[in-house]
C-alpha cells in the first residue's frame, strides 16, 4: 500500500485532495444527493473533464475515497514500532496511534462517520476493525475466560467491534472531549475489568 501511494503522481494526489476537501466542505451545507459533479468540480476549482479523469461518477468517487481511507489507516497502524510500548502494550500504543490520527483529520471523520449520509465510510471501517480484532481473539482464544464460559466468538467479535467503532462516533460528535490516549486507557480498563471478572469472588 505505501508503494502503491509512493508512485502516485503528486498532481493526482493533489487534484483528488482538492476533490474531497470540496466534498467535506458541500457536505457542511448541504445533502449528498445535491451534491453534483459540476458543484464538486466548480468547489474544488477543477473542470468536470478533470474530476472524469479520476472518478466515473460520485458514488465511484465515494468508493475509491473509503479505499483510501483504509489504505491510510492501514499505514498509520503498521508505522508503530515494538519498540513504542511495553510487553503486551503493544495493542493499546496502536490504538492511540490510530486515535490520533483520527483527530488529526478530525473535520473529515466527522462528516464521514459521525454523520448518517454516508454509510460507506462506516461500513468500510467497521470491517476493517472487525478484521483486526478477529485475528486478535484467534490469537488468543485459548486464553480468553470468555470462551471458556461460552460465549461465541462471532458474538464476541460483533460485540467488540460495535463497542469499538460506536464509542469512536460518539466522541466525534461530542467533538472529542478526551484525549486519544485517556480514551485508549479507559479502553484498557473496561477490558481488563472484562477479562478478570471471572477472577472475581
Same mark, same amino acid.
Given at each position: 500500500?505505501?508503494?502503491?501511494?509512493?508512485?502516485?503522481?503528486?498532481?493526482?494526489?493533489?487534484? =483528488?485532495?482538492?476533490?474531497?476537501?470540496?466534498?467535506?466542505?458541500?457536505?457542511?451545507?448541504?445533502?449528498?444527493?445535491?451534491?453534483?459533479?459540476?458543484?464538486?468540480?466548480?468547489?474544488?476549482?477543477?473542470?468536470?473533464?478533470?474530476?472524469?479523469?479520476?472518478?466515473?461518477?460520485?458514488?465511484?468517487?465515494?468508493?475509491?475515497?473509503?479505499?483510501?481511507?483504509?489504505?491510510?489507516?492501514?499505514?498509520?497502524?503498521?508505522?508503530?514500532?515494538?519498540?513504542?510500548?511495553?510487553?503486551?502494550?503493544?495493542?493499546?500504543?496502536?490504538?492511540?496511534?490510530?486515535?490520533?490520527?483520527?483527530?488529526?483529520?478530525?473535520?473529515?471523520?466527522?462528516?464521514?462517520?459521525?454523520?448518517?449520509?454516508?454509510?460507506?465510510?462506516?461500513?468500510?471501517?467497521?470491517?476493517?476493525?472487525?478484521?483486526?480484532?478477529?485475528?486478535?481473539?484467534?490469537?488468543?482464544?485459548?486464553?480468553?475466560?470468555?470462551?471458556?464460559?461460552?460465549?461465541?466468538?462471532?458474538?464476541?467479535?460483533?460485540?467488540?467491534?460495535?463497542?469499538?467503532?460506536?464509542?469512536?462516533?460518539?466522541?466525534? =460528535?461530542?467533538?472529542?472531549?478526551?484525549?486519544?490516549?485517556?480514551?485508549?486507557?479507559?479502553?484498557?480498563?473496561?477490558?481488563? =475489568?472484562?477479562?478478570?471478572?471471572?477472577?472475581?469472588?
Amino acid at each position: 500500500m505505501e508503494q502503491k501511494k509512493t508512485h502516485t503522481d503528486p498532481r493526482i494526489l493533489r487534484t =483528488r485532495q482538492l476533490i474531497k476537501g470540496a466534498l467535506i466542505e458541500l457536505l457542511q451545507e448541504m445533502e449528498l444527493e445535491k451534491i453534483s459533479v459540476n458543484r464538486l468540480a466548480e468547489r474544488a476549482t477543477i473542470n468536470r473533464v478533470t474530476f472524469y479523469l479520476h472518478y466515473r461518477d460520485i458514488p465511484d468517487m465515494l468508493e475509491k475515497m473509503a479505499e483510501d481511507m483504509i489504505d491510510e489507516i492501514s499505514i498509520v497502524l503498521n508505522e508503530r514500532t515494538k519498540d513504542e510500548a511495553p510487553p503486551g502494550k503493544g495493542d493499546w500504543a496502536m490504538m492511540v496511534n490510530f486515535l490520533e490520527y483520527i483527530a488529526g483529520n478530525a473535520k473529515f471523520y466527522k462528516i464521514v462517520l459521525a454523520s448518517k449520509q454516508i454509510p460507506i465510510f462506516k461500513d468500510r471501517l467497521l470491517s476493517f476493525l472487525t478484521e483486526i480484532i478477529v485475528k486478535r481473539i484467534e490469537s488468543r482464544v485459548s486464553s480468553s475466560h470468555l470462551v471458556r464460559e461460552g460465549i461465541q466468538d462471532d458474538i464476541l467479535i460483533w460485540y467488540n467491534s460495535s463497542a469499538l467503532i460506536g464509542t469512536i462516533i460518539a466522541w466525534l =460528535r461530542n467533538d472529542m472531549p478526551y484525549t486519544p490516549s485517556y480514551l485508549v486507557k479507559q479502553f484498557s480498563m473496561l477490558h481488563h =475489568r472484562g477479562l478478570n471478572k471471572a477472577d472475581s469472588p
